[in-house]
């Protein structure tokens, strides 16, 4: 049996938490790897984004979420690829590239004309794998934290 994507659940709240940990420890982001249960409910009902989630074997190898969001410049929504993490031992596997093709999909599927990613300082590196997915570099980003 292949890999196989899926929307996330409520029961897989736990496999996203210890993925996002993963994320933060490769990033070096000091952002809480904790999800708040309000958010992920909220991410689960989809309309505001979706969690995407490869599985073998009753596995969960690697997750995806993005958001979709409204500004005046764009027709329809536009969508955020806001987290793309594959577990370690799963690397090489191609799961990276099956969540984006997903990804882009579900923002298809939900009447977005625009997606977009950020890639911080320590995720440059990742520039040529999303390249590859028809990703072109647009400037860069500036953020204020507020809490």
Same mark, same amino acid.
């Given at each position: 049996?292949?890999v196989?994507?899926? =929307?996330?659940?409520?029961?897989? #709240?736990?496999?996203c938490?210890?993925?996002?940990?993963?994320?933060?420890?490769?990033?070096?982001?000091?952002?809480a790897?904790?999800?708040?249960?309000h958010? #992920? &409910?909220? *991410? =689960?009902?989809g309309?505001?984004?979706?969690?995407?989630?490869?599985? %073998?074997?009753?596995?969960?190898?690697? *997750? &995806? &979420?993005?958001s979709?969001? +409204?500004? =005046?410049? #764009?027709?329809?929504?536009y969508?955020?690829?806001? %987290?793309?993490? +594959?577990?370690?031992?799963?690397?090489?596997?191609?799961?990276g590239g099956?969540?984006?093709?997903?990804a882009?999909?579900?923002a298809?599927?939900?009447?977005?004309?625009? @997606?977009?990613l950020?890639l *911080?300082? &320590?995720?440059?590196?990742?520039?040529?794998?999303?390249e590859? #997915?028809? @990703? +072109?570099?647009?400037?860069?980003? *500036?953020?204020?934290?507020?809490?």
């Amino acid at each position: 049996m292949g890999v196989r994507i899926r =929307l996330a659940n409520d029961d897989d #709240y736990d496999h996203c938490v210890r993925l996002l940990e993963v994320l933060s420890s490769s990033t070096g982001t000091a952002r809480a790897a904790a999800i708040d249960r309000h958010v #992920y &409910s909220k *991410m =689960l009902d989809g309309e505001r984004g979706a969690i995407l989630l490869a599985e %073998e074997n009753e596995q969960i190898l690697g *997750m &995806s &979420s993005i958001s979709f969001n +409204v500004a =005046l410049r #764009y027709k329809n929504s536009y969508c955020q690829l806001e %987290e793309l993490v +594959v577990d370690p031992a799963a690397r090489g596997k191609n799961i990276g590239g099956l969540l984006v093709e997903a990804a882009v999909a579900k923002a298809r599927q939900q009447g977005c004309n625009d @997606f977009g990613l950020y890639l *911080m300082e &320590s995720t440059e590196h990742n520039q040529p794998f999303y390249e590859k #997915y028809g @990703f +072109v570099k647009i400037g860069s980003e *500036m953020r204020q934290i507020l809490d």
